[in-house]
């Protein structure tokens, strides 16, 4: 009798799970090196055949205009370069970029994926210009030409969130603004997927709109939840009002639980990452079934679809962020089977019948299954998910190659295929295999090794002091690698005298306690904030109080040792997580700083 994909997904666990034992890093070098061919061979075709269109046609080897065309594949693919250690590549495909963008152009785009395409591709290879061996703009990272056309493309979709309830068109034209009569229906995602990209444009040139933007529309979305806490995938951005109530984790909705987490994460928000948690609670609740996730009624979380989702396969990421492991093993170990009964996983998969959907049978080169890979392996050391990672290469490798890139399966049933190539292989698929089959990669660094950047402001006379590439790296959704070092080295600006900063301190806690308690003295906190007086009711954790560290020649340890007295009328004390460990020094130089383990970096070793 012939095993249905689910059934027989544990004898498949078992046979990975038995070699294990074995010592498999010369084949994990030899795959990690197939990953990087498979990236040269796309990315050349495109180069040759395609640029400057927007994406190659792998079977007729041509380009064509698909998102605007402005070489999206080749600004989606910068930081790919960087990250697979094409440096002389990356330097030319920067010059490429910085000679022939223009975004001046009458062109209806996509507000959504020209934010995760091009925003946070140029982004990404901005802040990633030291790592790539190129010579620093002046400024770097406040600035820099990549950058400027970062907040050029950013600028062009802000009029989108001109809306009564700031929730974003889904359209809108990069010289015009919103087109007239533009339909008031936005998808989920493409309302709350900008803030990790909007957010670091604010803290890089100090410009508040794009982060404002952004957090406006995440906080319409999360208080339009329903009553048992789900969302729906569809919603007018005029009344606020949901149009499409089915409530899922995959297309149109997956990456807003993305940014909620991700972006909590990026700027120390946890207002974000409790409010992921009660929708990931509620979702866990109502749509999780065998550890496969379906549609359902948002208002009752009634199953109204029973199909899963190639795109699903991302959420064990953000499990395994969470630290939910054996749940997200559950989901990845399912998704394994329909891979290993198909080849690839179909856009949509009946759990009732146990078939493709019909209509839904391609499989366009998607990242989420192995993006989810490299997490779990990160997490757990496990040689079985590499395994899993090997089938997905070779069978992108033997049934979508072509003599100039790879094509997307229109169907995976029959293997046949389609002629196009989406830049989202070049920058997430082969990005992801590279870096699941890679040891001691510094995309996977913690933060103990990394430049010290003391930089002057031309404003104030007084310094940043950041370590641009240290505290490691969060991927977007287009797994464009954002630096969190970064966040400290432009703005908010040295706001505190230096005579102040003796009374900042970290109070390290009891670490048999699951909170830690960080205080700011009232006076330290007007010089930040820029407020004359703050009550205690108003007193917010906000992302400029939580940089703390000793700087007073007269303390020689970085923790508070002084005992607490809580809700103080004279200071502020924030609730932290014990896994809070970020420093940022406001005002001073680095070698001013007694205490040099504050930043938890040290110089190069060379």
């Given at each position: 009798?012939?095993?249905?994909?689910?059934?027989?997904?544990?004898?498949?666990?078992?046979?990975?799970?038995?070699?294990?034992?074995?010592?498999?890093?010369?084949?994990?070098?030899?795959?990690?090196?197939?990953?990087?061919?498979?990236?040269?061979?796309?990315?050349?075709?495109?180069?040759?055949?395609?640029?400057?269109?927007?994406?190659?046609?792998?079977?007729?080897?041509?380009?064509?205009?698909?998102?605007?065309?402005?070489?999206?594949?080749?600004?989606?693919?910068?930081?790919?370069?960087?990250?697979?250690?094409?440096?002389?590549?990356?330097?030319?495909?920067?010059?490429?970029?910085?000679?022939?963008?223009?975004?001046?152009?009458?062109?209806?785009?996509?507000?959504?994926?020209?934010?995760?395409?091009?925003?946070?591709?140029?982004?990404?290879?901005?802040?990633?210009?030291?790592?790539?061996?190129?010579?620093?703009?002046?400024?770097?990272?406040?600035?820099?030409?990549?950058?400027?056309?970062?907040?050029?493309?950013?600028?062009?979709?802000?009029?989108?969130?001109?809306?009564?309830?700031?929730?974003?068109?889904?359209?809108?034209?990069?010289?015009?603004?919103?087109?007239?009569?533009?339909?008031?229906?936005?998808?989920?995602?493409?309302?709350?997927?900008?803030?990790?990209?909007?957010?670091?444009?604010?803290?890089?040139?100090?410009?508040?709109?794009?982060?404002?933007?952004?957090?406006?529309?995440?906080?319409?979305?999360?208080?339009?939840?329903?009553?048992?806490?789900?969302?729906?995938?569809?919603?007018?951005?005029?009344?606020?009002?949901?149009?499409?109530?089915?409530?899922?984790?995959?297309?149109?909705?997956?990456?807003?639980?993305?940014?909620?987490?991700?972006?909590?994460?990026?700027?120390?928000?946890?207002?974000?990452?409790?409010?992921?948690?009660?929708?990931?609670?509620?979702?866990?609740?109502?749509?999780?079934?065998?550890?496969?996730?379906?549609?359902?009624?948002?208002?009752?979380?009634?199953?109204?679809?029973?199909?899963?989702?190639?795109?699903?396969?991302?959420?064990?990421?953000?499990?395994?962020?969470?630290?939910?492991?054996?749940?997200?093993?559950?989901?990845?170990?399912?998704?394994?089977?329909?891979?290993?009964?198909?080849?690839?996983?179909?856009?949509?998969?009946?759990?009732?019948?146990?078939?493709?959907?019909?209509?839904?049978?391609?499989?366009?080169?998607?990242?989420?299954?192995?993006?989810?890979?490299?997490?779990?392996?990160?997490?757990?050391?496990?040689?079985?998910?590499?395994?899993?990672?090997?089938?997905?290469?070779?069978?992108?490798?033997?049934?979508?190659?072509?003599?100039?890139?790879?094509?997307?399966?229109?169907?995976?049933?029959?293997?046949?295929?389609?002629?196009?190539?989406?830049?989202?292989?070049?920058?997430?698929?082969?990005?992801?295999?590279?870096?699941?089959?890679?040891?001691?990669?510094?995309?996977?660094?913690?933060?103990?090794?990394?430049?010290?950047?003391?930089?002057?402001?031309?404003?104030?006379?007084?310094?940043?002091?950041?370590?641009?590439?240290?505290?490691?790296?969060?991927?977007?959704?287009?797994?464009?690698?954002?630096?969190?070092?970064?966040?400290?080295?432009?703005?908010?600006?040295?706001?505190?005298?230096?005579?102040?900063?003796?009374?900042?301190?970290?109070?390290?806690?009891?670490?048999?306690?699951?909170?830690?308690?960080?205080?700011?003295?009232?006076?330290?906190?007007?010089?930040?904030?820029?407020?004359?007086?703050?009550?205690?009711?108003?007193?917010?954790?906000?992302?400029?109080?939580?940089?703390?560290?000793?700087?007073?020649?007269?303390?020689?340890?970085?923790?508070?040792?002084?005992?607490?007295?809580?809700?103080?009328?004279?200071?502020?004390?924030?609730?932290?997580?014990?896994?809070?460990?970020?420093?940022?020094?406001?005002?001073?130089?680095?070698?001013?700083?007694?205490?040099?383990?504050?930043?938890?970096v040290a110089k190069n070793k060379a």
């Amino acid at each position: 009798m012939r095993l249905s994909p689910v059934s027989h997904v544990a004898s498949l666990i078992f046979i990975l799970a038995t070699t294990t034992c074995l010592d498999h890093a010369p084949e994990n070098r030899e795959y990690r090196e197939k990953a990087r061919e498979m990236f040269d061979h796309a990315f050349q075709g495109y180069m040759k055949h395609a640029y400057p269109e927007d994406e190659l046609r792998p079977i007729s080897c041509k380009g064509h205009s698909t998102w605007g065309n402005f070489s999206l594949t080749l600004i989606d693919s910068l930081d790919t370069l960087v990250v697979l250690g094409k440096h002389r590549e990356f330097k030319e495909s920067v010059q490429l970029v910085l000679q022939h963008s223009n975004f001046s152009i009458d062109k209806n785009v996509s507000v959504f994926e020209t934010n995760i395409r091009v925003v946070g591709g140029l982004l990404s290879a901005h802040l990633l210009m030291e790592r790539g061996g190129m010579e620093l703009p002046k400024g770097w990272p406040c600035a820099g030409p990549l950058l400027d056309l970062a907040v050029d493309v950013a600028s062009r979709l802000l009029p989108a969130f001109n809306t009564p309830t700031g929730l974003p068109y889904g359209t809108t034209n990069l010289l015009y603004g919103v087109p007239k009569g533009e339909t008031t229906v936005t998808g989920t995602a493409g309302c709350g997927t900008f803030l990790m990209e909007f957010g670091m444009i604010s803290r890089l040139t100090g410009d508040p709109s794009y982060e404002h933007a952004a957090r406006r529309a995440l906080r319409a979305l999360f208080n339009s939840r329903s009553k048992v806490d789900l969302v729906g995938n569809h919603i007018d951005i005029s009344r606020g009002e949901w149009v499409f109530r089915e409530a899922g984790i995959g297309g149109n909705v997956d990456s807003y639980y993305e940014y909620l987490l991700k972006g909590g994460l990026l700027f120390e928000d946890f207002n974000l990452i409790t409010q992921f948690k009660v929708l990931y609670k509620s979702v866990v609740k109502n749509l999780q079934h065998d550890f496969w996730y379906i549609w359902g009624n948002m208002n009752s979380g009634n199953p109204t679809l029973p199909s899963v989702s190639t795109l699903d396969a991302f959420w064990p990421s953000l499990q395994i962020l969470i630290g939910d492991i054996t749940s997200a093993g559950r989901t990845l170990s399912n998704f394994y089977s329909l891979i290993s009964h198909f080849g690839f996983t179909p856009e949509l998969f009946s759990l009732l019948s146990g078939q493709v959907n019909p209509g839904s049978e391609i499989y366009p080169l998607r990242p989420e299954f192995v993006e989810s890979l490299v997490y779990m392996y990160q997490a757990t050391g496990d040689q079985m998910w590499r395994n899993m990672g090997k089938q997905v290469l070779d069978s992108i490798e033997f049934s979508t190659k072509t003599t100039c890139g790879y094509a997307s399966v229109s169907n995976v049933v029959t293997h046949q295929l389609e002629d196009k190539m989406e830049s989202f292989f070049l920058s997430e698929t082969t990005k992801y295999l590279y870096l699941l089959f890679s040891d001691d990669h510094w995309i996977f660094d913690k933060g103990v090794w990394g430049n010290i950047s003391v930089t002057p402001d031309p404003e104030t006379g007084e310094y940043r002091t950041c370590a641009p590439n240290s505290f490691g790296y969060l991927f977007t959704t287009e797994a464009h690698p954002l630096p969190a070092g970064v966040l400290g080295c432009c703005y908010p600006r040295q706001l505190a005298p230096d005579h102040l900063l003796d009374t900042l301190y970290r109070n390290k806690g009891d670490e048999s306690e699951s909170q830690s308690f960080f205080s700011i003295p009232n006076k330290i906190l007007e010089y930040m904030s820029g407020k004359k007086a703050v009550r205690e009711e108003e007193a917010r954790c906000g992302a400029g109080e939580r940089f703390l560290a000793v700087t007073g020649a007269s303390r020689q340890s970085a923790w508070w040792e002084e005992p607490l007295t809580r809700y103080h009328p004279n200071r502020h004390y924030c609730s932290l997580p014990e896994w809070y460990s970020r420093y940022q020094i406001y005002g001073v130089e680095w070698t001013k700083i007694p205490s040099r383990k504050a930043f938890r970096v040290a110089k190069n070793k060379a």
